[in-house]
């Protein structure tokens, strides 16, 4: 249809819009697990699993944010969301709906796809490239 054929010339900026705000819900997870803000994530220090959770989440999260490095930060943390769902989600069930697993899942393949697709417009890796 050629209405929707128009669309494609903003394929660039829906691409930003997915980075920017998957990475400020990613980097909620990291600052709850390291500050405690918005609220706080388990009880008591950190197990070093968790605490190079917080450090991607938060510090990676960053970087796919600005945009900076995203190929290699979105695959890094595709792997740490595969890892999270296989340790933390599926042993309490097989299906992602009842073991509380639906955002890791989605989180990883969002990333997976960031590797594939690269960081788009408004990023520090295309910031002398036109959209």
């Known amino acids: ?36 803000f918005p609220a706080a994530q388990g009880d008591g220090p950190l197990s070093t699993l968790f605490l190079i959770a917080a450090l991607l989440e ?6 796919i944010l600005i945009g900076f490095a995203t190929r290699p930060v979105a695959f890094l943390l595709a792997g740490e969301m595969a890892i ?6 599926m042993p309490h069930s097989f299906f992602p709906a009842l073991n509380q697993g639906d955002g890791a899942i989605l989180f990883c393949f969002i990333f997976l796809y960031l590797f594939f697709a690269g960081a788009g417009p408004l990023s520090v890796d295309n910031r002398n490239a036109t959209a």
Do not use: C
């Open 58 to 63: 938060t510090f990676g999260g960053i970087l």
């Open 84 to 89: 999270a769902y296989f340790m933390a989600h």
């Open 1 to 36: 249809m050629p209405t929707f054929e128009r669309l494609s010339a903003y394929r660039p900026y829906g691409l930003a819009a997915l980075r920017i705000m998957t990475a400020l819900l990613f980097i909620e997870h990291g600052t709850m697990k390291l500050f405690g």
